[in-house]
């Protein structure tokens, strides 16, 4: 009996030290699991706004830094209504090239060139209220662009999504309206969008999170060092003057400007907007990487040239100026067609401007002034281009040849060239000089006397 109750009481004691180690163990596999959480680095990225080319150069920069400080996950925040495919495409390789983790984490919408960035990014977190999907492409004017064009984007979308083992069918909706999926509200006819329930359910989304705090949860990330990054000042100027709206405003303001000056006395307001939009245009298109310094060289070249225009006669130089003008802001555009029409409005608001200013103030004021010779000859200032013969008026003389009216005359025995005040005299008819124009004597025919 007393050896059944120690028996008894030993495997009580057994079964008490193997759940106090089980908990040990336990607490130790946490630890250690929020230890190498802590370890980890992870960058957030936003995408934001426009996607255009300076918005490349900030993800490129973001990434590099990223990169070096070892980051093990980069989480794209991603909020945009979409733009340039061009741009979306150089941040699409960008993603593709990443070795380190990536997620996107879509907070309100990402549409068009948003979710082409979107699906190349190995995860996809939605808000409970975002979308994204509407992705079919559209021109400068806002119509459809032509099948080439279509074409290479809707193959775009569905290699994306395939590149990170999601059903291409949807991708293709999202950019091609002849797809139907009447289920997802997308029959045919319409461009597909996806909320966040759907998106779960059909792959393209791994799971909804209210904030960023339950993303980094759900990526197992809620210890990790967090590292937000940010557009700098630069860079915000970039996005902001690579912007299709904005270059036509910038270049027209530039212009405008410029036209103004030369109808004001001294360099004033509108010289120092026109000089300071043409600076800010290149400036930004630089920071972007679209612009190097030989578009920047050409650009001066071309100011100096239209300078040097004002004091060589010719206008050689004014033409090459010019040229090499539009030349640098051809070389600074990321897209010829996109800058062919921003520099016509430009033209068009400069031309305008000009012809208004000429009719209402004229060429006498501003730089016109210094440029233009205003001085004139006038018989007021004491300038006669030939001899006035007012002495003639009131003689008599004779016709030596008929007036048709024109003909020879002989006034105060002097020859001279003589005009009719438009009728038809015979020769050797007495005529009188009514009055003298310049060279021009004009005489009339003496009726009331005798031949």
Same mark, same amino acid.
């Given at each position: ?9 030993n495997?009580k004691?057994s079964?008490? %030290?193997?759940? %106090?180690?089980?908990?040990? #163990? @336990? ?9 190498e959480s ?16 300076g ?17 093990d ?15 979306a495409?150089?941040? !699409? ?7 380190i ?9 990402a549409?068009?060139?948003?979710s082409?960035?979107? #699906?190349n990014?190995d ?8 979308t994204m999907? /509407?992705s ?30 999601r059903?291409p ?5 999202? /950019? ?12 045919k ?6 909320? $966040? ?10 799971g909804?999170?209210?904030n960023? &705090? ?6 197992d990330?809620s210890?990790?060092?967090i590292?937000?990054?940010?557009t ?11 912007? $299709?709206?904005?270059? $036509?405003?910038?270049?027209?303001? !530039? ?5 103004v000056e030369?109808?004001?006395p001294?360099?004033?307001? !509108?010289?120092?907007?026109? &000089? ?7 400036y930004?298109h ?11 060289? #050409? ?29 640098? #802001?051809f070389?600074?555009?990321?897209? %010829?067609t ?12 400069a ?31 004491g300038y ?12 008599s003389?004779?016709?030596?040849t008929?007036?048709? $009216?024109?003909?020879v ?6 020859? @001279? ?19 003298v124009?310049?060279i021009r004597? &004009?005489v ?8």
């Amino acid at each position: 009996m007393t050896l059944l109750k120690s028996e008894k009481l030993n495997m009580k004691y057994s079964i008490l %030290f193997f759940i %106090f180690l089980f908990g040990i #163990l @336990l607490s130790m596999n946490a630890n250690l699991s929020m230890a190498e959480s802590k370890d980890k680095l992870v960058y957030i990225v936003p995408i934001e706004n426009e996607v255009e080319r300076g918005l490349e150069a900030f993800l490129v920069r973001s990434t590099n830094e990223a990169i070096e400080a070892g980051a093990d996950h980069i989480v794209f925040e991603i909020d945009t209504p979409g733009g340039r495919v061009d741009s979306a495409s150089q941040i !699409a390789k960008l993603l593709q090239s990443l070795e380190i983790d990536s997620t996107s984490y879509i907070v309100n919408e990402a549409l068009s060139a948003g979710s082409y960035i979107a #699906l190349n990014t190995d995860n996809i977190y939605m808000n409970k209220q975002a979308t994204m999907g /509407a992705s079919g492409v559209i021109t400068g004017d806002g119509n459809a662009a032509d099948k080439k064009a279509q074409s290479a984007w809707v193959a775009a979308m569905k290699s994306a999504a395939e590149s990170n083992n999601r059903d291409p069918i949807y991708a293709e909706a999202m /950019a091609n309206a002849e797809i139907d999926l009447p289920d997802l509200g997308a029959p045919k006819g319409e461009f597909l969008t996806l909320g $966040p329930n759907d998106a779960v359910e059909i792959g393209y989304a791994e799971g909804i999170v209210n904030n960023r &705090v339950a993303l980094l949860d759900k990526l197992d990330l809620s210890e990790a060092t967090i590292v937000e990054t940010e557009t700098s000042l630069a860079e915000g100027v970039a996005r902001f003057v690579t912007n $299709p709206v904005v270059i $036509p405003i910038l270049l027209s303001v !530039a212009s405008l400007g410029l036209i103004v000056e030369l109808y004001s006395p001294g360099f004033g307001v !509108a010289g120092t907007m026109g &000089v300071a939009s043409l600076i800010l245009f290149f400036y930004g298109h630089i920071i972007a990487g679209l612009a190097g310094m030989e578009a920047l060289v #050409l650009l001066i070249i071309g100011i100096l040239l239209i300078i040097a225009e004002f004091f060589v006669v010719g206008g050689i130089l004014g033409i090459l100026g010019s040229l090499s003008v539009l030349g640098s #802001l051809f070389m600074a555009g990321y897209d %010829f067609t996109q800058m062919a029409i921003s520099i016509g409005i430009a033209l068009v608001v400069a031309i305008v401007a000009a012809v208004f200013l000429f009719r209402s103030i004229g060429k006498n004021k501003g730089l016109f002034n210094k440029l233009v010779l205003q001085d004139r000859s006038t018989t007021v200032r004491g300038y006669i281009s030939t001899h006035n013969r007012e002495e003639l008026v009131g003689l008599s003389g004779v016709t030596l040849t008929p007036l048709r $009216p024109s003909g020879v005359a002989t006034v105060n025995n002097e020859r @001279l060239d003589v005009v009719s005040q438009g009728e038809f005299i015979e020769r050797d008819r007495k005529i009188e000089v009514v009055y003298v124009e310049g060279i021009r004597i &004009v005489v009339r025919e003496k009726i009331n006397e005798e031949n």
